[in-house]
């Protein structure tokens, strides 16, 4: 039976009750009543948004409500997805998998009529045998063909553009229908906040999932006359701006209905900054596998639950979110295997780190980096930089002769190579890629042995070691 925070899953309220108390004594955290219902969730996630581009994280641009989310709860610098694009990093958040698993390796682009693939369950639907409400409000961009639609995935409801505001046509949709085509995207995130709102009203005597992926900050940039011009930072700043006054008005909301010790708020972003925005002082953008573009900033608020003002250092991702919540319903895993791991001890500062296993990052069905503890190693590399015109003969994922090894945790602009120091770290982290790999669709398989074919067949001391005959 699966147990979680409040308790074992069906149990009564004294006993969740006692469940918390002790949790609470445990972790140093003074812990509200224990609720009587599951908890409600609500994922906000930014599109393009920097891990620089927040107050709390240093950047100029005004986030008073997100410093607030992070002065009550808890602030992450360590968080990660597992693939620097928006459709891929969206798959890995929704069903807890990487994203070359659930048939969403690349960005969906139309007029491609392929989506997430009808074998992954959703967090969604993961929630709603446990009497969860669930709405989609924001970008989907997991297919927008009508079979992969949210409404189709585990949402009752769903009201936004089915994929990035850059593509055509451009249509707001309410469940399958369209509303104006093409949005107004000057408007959107006043709209997707009042359709936030409203679902928050209607669905407040259940538990309910909320999940908001705003259109912004991906270009083209878009704010509504009350917030065009006034940051300093020009419309970007303006945009970020804008985003931060949605999440204040959601929380709010929480607030004035009741429900804000029963429900757990998070905010984080699907992949680093792309041409305006900021990856603090990490190497890379969106669409490499540096810091920059897969490290994301993550807040997370549960009051009562989560100790106030907490940093955690410790390494979490996209993939976590769902065993995660999962568990804090008293909600069953899916079926197929799971990557990402519970870290509530994390949340609940319970605990400064996790034991796991090496987390890979992807591009497409490339293997580029795999971080284990404070180590990150890069084995992979594109001869060509993300969204910019490929060589002749096309943009080719090639090993490096020589991998690169940093430590994160000293140096996480990786300016310092450090392989040829830990050669046995090399080696252990090589090892486990390998067996990691030995596990994904057959598709991964090749792209890793065609990315190992082509490294040269002189060998300098200190190259990626050839890979072990699989058993």
């Not at 009201?159 to 085509?181: A, K, V």
């Amino acid at each position: 039976m699966n147990t979680h925070p409040f308790g074992t899953a069906g149990a009564s309220p004294m006993a969740r009750r006692r469940f918390l108390q002790l949790s609470a004594a445990a972790a140093g955290v003074t812990f509200a009543a224990a609720p009587l219902r599951p908890p409600n969730i609500v994922m906000i996630y930014a599109d393009d948004l920097g891990y620089g581009d927040l107050g709390c994280y240093g950047s100029k641009i005004r986030t008073p409500n997100l410093d607030r989310m992070a002065a009550e709860g808890i602030r992450f610098t360590q968080f990660y997805s597992a693939n620097p694009v928006c459709s891929p990093s969206r798959a890995a958040l929704l069903t807890g998998r990487y994203p070359t698993r659930t048939g969403v390796p690349h960005v969906i682009m139309p007029p491609d009529k392929t989506g997430l693939a009808d074998t992954e369950t959703t967090l969604a639907a993961l929630l709603k045998p446990q009497g969860y409400k669930t709405m989609c409000i924001g970008k989907w961009h997991l297919g927008h063909q009508p079979q992969y639609l949210p409404t189709m995935r585990g949402f009752d409801e769903y009201y936004g553009i089915p994929y990035s505001n850059d593509m055509t046509p451009r249509p707001l949709m309410h469940n399958t229908e369209t509303l104006e085509e093409p949005a107004v995207l000057e408007t959107l995130t006043p709209r997707y906040t009042q359709q936030a709102l409203q679902f928050i009203e209607r669905s407040k005597n259940s538990p309910f999932f909320l999940y908001m992926p705003h259109t912004f900050p991906h270009i083209p940039l878009a704010a509504s006359q009350r917030f065009r011009g006034k940051s300093p930072l020009g419309l970007y700043g303006d945009v970020v701006e804008e985003l931060d006054w949605s999440v204040g008005e959601v929380l709010t909301k929480l607030k004035k209905e009741g429900l804000d010790n029963n429900t757990l708020v998070m905010f984080s972003s699907d992949n680093g900054p792309w041409y305006q925005g900021s990856p603090g002082q990490l190497r890379g953008r969106k669409g490499s596998t540096y810091e920059g573009g897969v490290r994301e900033p993550f807040l997370a608020r549960f009051p009562g639950h989560i100790p106030r003002g907490a940093v955690c250092r410790g390494i979490a991702g996209t993939i976590d979110v769902l065993p995660t919540v999962a568990r804090l319903a008293g909600a069953a895993l899916p079926k197929l295997p799971v990557d990402g791991v519970d870290i509530w001890p994390l949340l609940s500062a319970a605990r400064p780190n996790l034991e796991r296993e090496a987390l890979l990052y992807f591009d497409g069905w490339n293997v580029q980096c795999a971080r284990w503890g404070k180590w990150k190693l890069h084995v992979a590399r594109y001869n060509s930089f993300a969204y910019s015109p490929a060589p002749a003969g096309g943009r080719i994922n090639l090993p490096l002769q020589n991998p690169e090894l940093y430590d994160i945790e000293q140096d996480p602009t990786e300016a310092y190579d450090a392989a040829a120091e830990n050669p046995a770290v090399v080696a252990e982290i090589t090892a486990r890629v390998e067996r990691l790999v030995a596990g994904f669709p057959e598709e991964v398989k090749q792209a890793w042995t065609q990315t190992r074919a082509r490294q040269t067949a002189v060998r300098p001391a200190g190259a990626l070691p050839a890979p072990a005959p699989r058993k």
